[in-house]
């Protein structure tokens, strides 16, 4: 039985970690249906962009399952971090289509990471944040020391993994860890609403910025000149051709990604 609910709505392919007696804790095969389900959405035409979210009104995801890893040795210890990043934390972060976090409820270890790994990031008011690994004598190993200090700061991501804390959606949003903060019942609603208005635009060249954005990452790799590379590789697609004639002549773009 799949851990996933997987809906096409319009031209965004909403995916539902679907385990709520568990609060949504990602075992291994939710990870490997996860990797399969954004691969799906990737090479699938119909989809523009995609949503991640966790079933209930209590958890987006609430990390790791600890039951499977508790007798782990230090060998088996780093496949499951190893295995993890390769298969879906990167995986997510390097999707071309633009995936946003629906955060439902709880994030906390592994489910941060997970939200930390998508583009962008709605909290529901309810929600509560953290990588609380250090609690269980070990740290975040899905990526979460990177991300947390990429996104919310160095000083945060020392004081968050530290404390093993929690913070609010509002906390959150203050330190730059999510872009949204709203109503659990509006939530679906305001990330369908950022995929719409994104959907106008070129996939091709938003492709372009999501590979330039995250280049400025990569060790060893200079993000200014991958910028160029792309921003010159833009201009030999139908996409670039459309939107600027389309410019010119005062009429509506119509982008087919090509
Ligand atoms: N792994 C495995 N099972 C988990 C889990 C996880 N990360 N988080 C929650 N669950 C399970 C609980 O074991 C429980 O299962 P059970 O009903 O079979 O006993 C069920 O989900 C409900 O959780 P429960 O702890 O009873 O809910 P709560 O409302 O009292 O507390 C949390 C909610 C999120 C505070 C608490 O579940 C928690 O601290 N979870 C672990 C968070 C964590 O450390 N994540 C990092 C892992 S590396």
């Known amino acids: 039985m799949s851990n996933l609910i997987i809906e096409l709505q319009g031209k965004t392919q909403i995916i539902t970690i679907n385990r709520p007696d568990k609060l949504n804790a990602l075992n291994k095969e939710t990870i490997a249906e996860l990797s399969n ?5 990737e090479q699938n035409d119909e989809v ?3 949503i991640l ?3 209930g009104e209590k958890a987006f995801v609430a990390g790791a399952d600890i039951s499977e890893f508790h007798e782990f040795n230090r060998e088996q210890a780093k496949d499951l971090a190893k295995g993890g990043q390769d298969t879906l934390f990167d995986l997510v972060e390097n999707t071309e289509k633009i995936v946003i976090a629906a955060i439902n409820g709880f994030a906390l270890g592994g489910g ?3 939200a930390m790994s998508c583009h962008i990031r709605v909290a529901s008011s309810n929600a509560r944040m953290g990588l609380p690994e250090v609690s269980l004598g070990v740290i975040p190993g899905y990526g979460g020391t990177q991300r947390l200090a990429q996104l919310a700061g160095k ?8 404390t093993a804390s929690m913070i609010t959606a509002d ?3 203050e330190c730059g860890l999510v872009n949204h903060v709203v109503e659990q019942s509006d939530l679906i609603e305001r990330c369908l609403s950022i995929a719409t208005q994104l959907q106008k635009n070129s996939p091709r060249a938003i492709a372009a910025a999501i590979r330039a954005i995250n280049a ?3 060790e060893g790799v200079n993000g200014f000149e991958s910028e160029i590379d792309e921003f010159a590789d833009c201009f030999t697609t139908q996409d670039f051709k459309e939107g600027t ?4 002549s005062k009429r509506k773009a119509n982008f087919t990604g090509k």
Do not use: P
Not at 37 to 41: C, F, M, R, T
Not at 155 to 162: C, L, N, P, Q, Y
């Open 37 to 41: 389900a954004i691969k799906e959405a």
């Open 48 to 50: 523009i962009s995609i």
């Open 53 to 55: 979210t966790g079933a």
């Open 112 to 114: 941060l990471e997970l």
């Open 155 to 162: 000083g945060k991501a020392f004081e968050m993994i530290s």
């Open 171 to 173: 906390e959150a949003k």
């Open 216 to 218: 400025g990452y990569k």
């Open 245 to 248: 004639d389309a410019f010119l």
